[in-house]
């Protein structure tokens, strides 16, 4: 069974950096493409970033480009979010989602996700 | 951007009713459209895929239908557990993005 578990969140304030980690299990982690996406509380859920299976190919959403940054490490099937600059517009879930497919523009849905954690942006 | 619009934004229905739930792409989409059904505090889960496969381990009652800029999803005779917030997804291009949801509660 797959398992996704965030963590990593917390409150911040303004204009800090927050490290965000999920670790997968029961699957190949390093045969799939895998993605971060928030939801502010109550409202609804937007993509943040992605990343292929083997870190080649990455997107981020306009919303944080040049603020975050994701990797991974397939040898200790975990995947990460760098969140620097950190904003009030920021605060939300963040989700970690595995991809059905190996690449991040082969148009597969969000198969697998973890329970999230919460990243509160506050002075 | 493409622009997913879902419609209703809320509905209320009986259990043992048949309900569905639209979804409208800004452009042309083929196929490339997820649903997922959220329950409070809980994470997203997927229901179909490519506009009308099932994905495994979902309830049969459960279906998928449209190609292009229109789409539905269907629950054909609803039960206590389906009471949730049901969310469209385009993956035809980059970023993929989402409906704003539909929340699903009992009359």
């Known amino acids: 069974e797959v398992h996704l578990v965030e963590s990593g969140g917390g409150l911040v304030q303004p204009g800090r950096s927050l490290r965000l980690s999920c670790a997968g299990s029961g699957f190949t982690f390093d045969g799939y493409a895998m993605h971060w996406v928030r939801q502010p509380p109550g409202k609804g859920l937007e993509w943040v970033s992605g990343?292929?299976?083997?870190?080649?190919?990455?997107g981020y959403a306009d919303s944080v480009k040049g603020r975050f940054t994701i990797s991974r490490d397939n040898a200790k099937n975990s995947l990460f979010l760098q969140m620097n600059n950190l904003r009030a517009d920021d605060m939300a879930f963040y989700y970690c989602a595995k991809d059905r497919g190996m690449s991040l523009w082969f148009g597969e849905p969000f198969d697998s996700w973890g329970q999230g954690t919460l990243v509160t942006v506050a002075s | 951007d493409i622009q997913m619009t879902q419609s209703p934004s809320s509905l209320s229905a009986s259990v043992g009713d048949r309900v569905s739930i639209s979804c409208r792409a800004s452009q042309s989409i083929s196929s490339y459209v997820s649903w997922y059904q959220q329950t409070p505090g809980k994470a997203p889960n997927l229901l179909i895929f490519?506009?009308?496969s099932l994905q495994s381990g979902v309830p049969s009652r459960f279906s998928g239908s449209g190609s292009g800029t229109d789409f539905s999803l269907t629950i054909s005779s609803l039960q206590p557990e389906d009471f949730a917030t049901y969310y469209c997804?385009?993956?035809?291009?980059?970023?993929?993005?989402f409906g704003q949801g539909t929340r699903l509660e009992i009359k």
């Open positions: 490519g506009a009308s």
């Open positions: 990343i292929s299976w083997n870190g080649d190919g990455i």
């Open positions: 997804q385009q993956s035809y291009s980059s970023p993929t993005t």
